[in-house]
């Protein structure tokens, strides 16, 4: 085995040369690989030992957090040939909301809680490699098109199709799927692919460089490498940081609703809401409104963005149904028609992470993994989305690696790939949130106007449209960057802070 270098940068200037050779490791789970470091992206649909490439070392692999970020992370190392553990603190795992809210009956609770992910193409397409996009899409709908409309009247401003486009042009579908279908699916690939997921366990500190996981009322986790996929609460940003780092306030909070589509359809002025899968947004002062079809079209999902006016330290409350209708008491009729179908709601304030300097430890056996290091406002669709690529992509890393001295390259180059585009994807929803909610005047009328009278450019107010966003958006393939990043670390053209 072979060690590609990667130059790193320190205090006395030294730098990792290119190929320098791994030592020998004679431990039962390591078999000595050939002298030429190749890359190699298999994609096996078990763990056993028929599709694993025993000359290579199976690491075990320690994710706190058993969210959608570390389940994906999870698979993507498994599918590697790797052994993973996730260890998660809540002692029943059901997930329904981005902010890691877990609930017993799903069936009951999906009417309370509204919890829609969007899964894009640059999503969607990982999940076909994984061979899971048929289960995702059999309880998923496929919305046509996109839909920017008027806050006063509901007057469509912008349209940009997803059916056939999407899969037309990035040969995969755009989708919309329930937090809880989503889950369950990737949970269940998880433990197909021989993923533990130990429950009710919390974590109370981190051993970087063991590397080692400190459980509250539990032993200690040992493990080769600690992936910290804990949201974005995370205790393990903090230990990175040995410091406490919350959340970002961004001033929204979103009202979660979900209703019952055949309610709606004996309302005529919301049949076609109803009816016609597509993701509508009303774009008003200071606040905006989402809503598509959940779970084959049976049910509808409401989100209403407005100013935050939740008390300091309070993230999530039951929202007053009188307040949400005289906050969108100007708006498009047919919204409060909705809003009349409403039985209960609840407030979550919205909240980012500020870019960090780094999300690995310098010991090369720690990273940080989804919301834990670039937590996002929801306004693009892309949060679950980035998280899902961040999974890709270190399986794709996993299954290259040719020795356990390397396992701190990787996570660099993992880095180095994921950075980037999660904080242009944190700051584009950031962007876009200030497009939605101009105040009624002359900006407003020129979003308007541009959105009505011009063909879609580079930096058009719909950034589903815009043909260079959306292609970076869309398009982004996991194995094609991994593999021509790979190439580089071969030549030893990387550069690290660790």
Known sequence: CHQPGIAHSSQDGDRL??????????????VTSSSKATA???????????????????????????GLGGLAAAIGIARAGHQVTILEQAAVLSEVSRQGFFLVNLTDERLKIGAGIQIPPNASRILKRWNILENIEAVSVRPSDFILRSYHDGKVLSKQNMV?????????PYLHIHRADYHKILVEEA??????????????????????????????????VILGADGINSVCRDALLSRPDPPHLTGDLAYRIIVKAE????????????????INYWMGPRSHVVCYLLQGGSLYNIVMIAPDNLPEFVNTAKADLQELRNLFQNWDPRLQKLLGLVQVTSKWRLQNSEEMESWSHRSGKFALVGDACHATLPYLAQGAAQAIEDGAVLGSLFGVIECRSQIGDILTIFEHLRKSRTTKVVKG?????????????????????????????????NPWADPVFQQYLFSYDVEKEVEQAWGKYVAGGFQSNM
């Open 17 to 30: 040369p290119g190929f320098v050779p791994c030592p020998n490791e004679t431990d039962s789970n390591h």
């Open 40 to 66: 190699v992206f298999s994609t096996p649909t078990t763990t056993n030992s028929k599709f694993v490439d025993m000359s290579k070392p199976r690491l075990h692999v320690g994710i706190v957090g058993a």
């Open 164 to 172: 056939p486009f999407a899969e037309r042009c990035y040969g995969v």
């Open 191 to 224: 433990e197909r692919l021989g993923v533990k997921i130990l429950l009710g366990s919390m974590v109370s500190g981190i051993d970087f460089e063991k590397p080692t996981i400190r459980l509250a009322g539990k032993p200690d986790f040992d493990v080769d």
């Open 263 to 278: 309610d709606m359809r004996k309302q005529p002025e919301l049949q076609e809401f109803a009816e016609k899968p597509a």
């Open 429 to 461: 929803s950031t962007t876009l949130r200030d497009i939605f909610h101009l105040e009624d005047g002359p900006m407003q009328q020129e979003r308007d106007r541009q959105l009505t009278k011009e063909a879609p450019f580079e930096g058009f107010p």
